[in-house]
């Protein structure tokens, strides 16, 4: 291949230099002594010990895995849903809307969403009374919004390369419906729920602007700490604290693959 | 067909009120959701954009106000579009953002095209690894990948370090704050967005074509352009999209990477929203974002619906 190839090859390599390049610095130079983070002085986990020390990102890690745990359990129910709805009813009164508001939040700027939910929630506290105030409530809302998008999308192509031969066996040989879908349908789609769940989860601990719109006083997530301390420079925790989310990631992802990728060699 | 009815409605017995059987909760519980928090919130913006800001909680005034006892108004204020068209600074950075989001398109493009045919042409034991490798870092935090660059890209950073060290250059190269941190950031971030769906059309190209081209003396670099190329449309329009679309919206890569130059219009609505505290300027700068993204939206849609393929 590389003989054959040489030019393509030299352009896969550059294209994962440039992916990876940048989160390898961050990751050598956490060990890094110096508090000037990219000039190089010594060997050192000082900054993971601060890390672990710092109240304030821990905290605000806390509500992050809060918010995004609940997150994404909705996302995946909502998401399914939406996926079901969109592979299996060929017709339905406003489908052609659904179709687009299933699409729209992968793409829509984040700004937008984050500016109109607010409003939205404005509005609703004022005529409603609810929700009242502003925190860990509608940032989830906001994330459950466009998450089950993504949940959507990645459950509808698994139901659309699903074998349906099983559902119709199993509904021929007198099962209900309720229960095809429980015994059949959900065992078969569970690879993508998992990942639709791992994806809702990432996506709501990463969101920055959204939840800086629709957030109050008293709820800070991460990216909103990292942030405010990101733009008053580079700072070795910040560093410690990427390399440990890196690589958590990467494990997940990684224990997710070998698992799916055996229950898919085992014909499930 | 039996599919058919375990999917609607059919077996529920007569008594099961229409609202509670399968299929309107599946169709009818995402619609709901998306529609209360997806599609009604833009009427809102639509709303807000027309109001006049004033000092108040929350800092805008009713569209709908009570002049005497019962007597209601509606007062419509455009000045906010008007304020957006005369101040240049605004259609500057609406210009700002379509360059920005047009020229990191085409680079990773230039980027991302090889990257997913090397990957379609592999092997296949090892697409998946190489695909999953693309994928990866969009799992993990979009904020700290940007601030990797600061620290590559500053005047004493990484990318100088390493230059001054090999003597190619004897005083830092000045990269933090220009465009052409932005263009970094911003092709670095939604490259996978790129390469996704190219590959997803790549991989399904019929090789018998391109062997039919060469058994009859097509060039190899004829080949790419009369036949690989114009199949892979669908897969480049659909990636172009995801890329251009949310960066024309793009905050935090101008905001943490780019300088006084970078005007771009989501971290202008951004300043409105959060530093000027005016909502209806920021809605109506919103409002004029959604009207410009309404093609290229449409487009995406008729092109994703021909490279049917995720992630």
Not at chain 2, 6 to 14: S, V
Request: with cysteine.
């Amino acid at each position: 291949m590389w003989r054959k190839m040489p030019l393509l090859m030299t352009a896969l390599m550059f294209g994962y230099a440039f992916l990876y390049g940048p989160i390898a610095s961050l990751i050598v130079y956490s060990f890094n002594e110096n508090r000037l983070v990219t000039v190089w002085s010594g060997f050192s986990t000082k900054w993971y010990a601060e890390l672990l020390q710092n109240d304030q990102i821990l905290g605000a890690a806390w509500l992050s895995v809060k918010i995004a745990s609940v997150n994404a359990s909705l996302a995946v129910i909502l998401g399914t849903l939406a996926a079901l709805a969109l592979v299996r009813y060929k017709r339905f009164k406003g489908r052609q809307v659904m179709e687009t508001m299933v699409t729209a939040p992968l793409v829509m700027p984040e700004v937008i969403i984050g500016l109109s939910l607010l409003l939205l929630f404005v509005a609703m506290e004022r005529v409603l009374g609810w929700p009242e105030g502003r925190g860990q409530l509608t940032i989830t809302i906001a994330h459950v919004t466009f998450s089950m998008a993504y949940v959507a999308v990645v459950v509808q192509s698994r139901l659309a390369h699903m074998d349906q031969s099983l559902e119709e066996a199993a509904l021929d040989l007198g099962a209900k419906p309720r229960k095809v879908f429980f015994a059949i349908t959900l065992p078969l789609i569970t690879p993508a729920l998992v990942a639709g769940w791992l994806l809702a989860f990432t996506l709501s601990m990463d969101d920055l602007v959204v939840a800086s719109f629709v957030s109050g006083p008293g709820a800070t997530t991460l990216p909103m700490v990292v942030y405010s301390s990101v733009r008053l420079g580079v700072s070795p925790q910040i560093n410690a604290l990427a390399t440990i989310i890196v690589v958590t990631v990467s494990i997940a992802v990684a224990v997710a693959g070998v698992l799916m990728y055996r229950k898919e060699k085992r014909g499930i | 067909m039996a599919i058919e009815q375990l999917w609607g409605a059919g077996r529920m017995t007569p008594s099961t009120p229409k609202w509670l059987r399968g299929r309107t909760l599946i169709i009818g519980v995402p619609w709901l959701w998306l529609g209360l928090f997806f599609l009604l919130p833009f009427l809102f913006i639509l709303k807000i954009s027309l109001s006049e800001a004033a000092l108040a909680q929350p800092p805008y005034l009713d569209l709908i106000r009570e002049v005497s006892d019962g007597l209601m108004t509606i007062k419509l204020n455009f000045g906010n579009y008007l304020f957006l068209l005369e101040d240049p600074l605004y259609l500057q950075a609406l210009w700002g953002s379509v360059k920005v989001a047009t020229i990191s398109t085409l680079l990773c493009l230039l980027l991302g095209y090889p990257m997913a045919y090397a990957i379609a042409k592999s092997p296949n034991h090892w697409r998946l690894p190489l695909l999953m490798l693309v994928i990866l870092p969009f799992w993990t935090s979009f904020l700290i990948r940007v601030y990797a660059w600061i620290g590559i890209l500053k005047n004493n950073g990484l990318l100088n370090q390493w230059l001054m060290s090999i003597g190619l250059i004897d005083t830092p190269l000045e990269i933090m704050h220009t465009p052409v941190a932005v263009y970094i950031g911003v092709v670095y971030s939604y490259l996978p967005f790129m390469v996704l769906p190219l590959y997803a059309t790549l991989i399904r190209l019929d090789d018998t074509l391109l062997e039919a081209a060469s058994d009859l003396g097509c060039k190899p670099w004829k080949q790419f352009l009369k036949i690989t190329w114009p199949l892979s449309m669908p897969g480049v329009l659909a990636g172009a999209m995801l890329v251009f679309i949310p960066v024309m919206g793009e905050f935090v890569i101008p905001d943490l990477l780019g300088g006084p130059e970078t005007l771009m219009i989501g971290k202008l609505m951004w300043t409105e929203f959060f530093s000027n505290k005016d909502w209806p300027l920021a809605s109506a700068l919103a409002a004029v974002l959604l009207c410009v993204l309404i093609i290229p939206f449409v487009l995406l849609r008729h092109y994703e619906r021909r490279s049917e393929e995720v992630l």
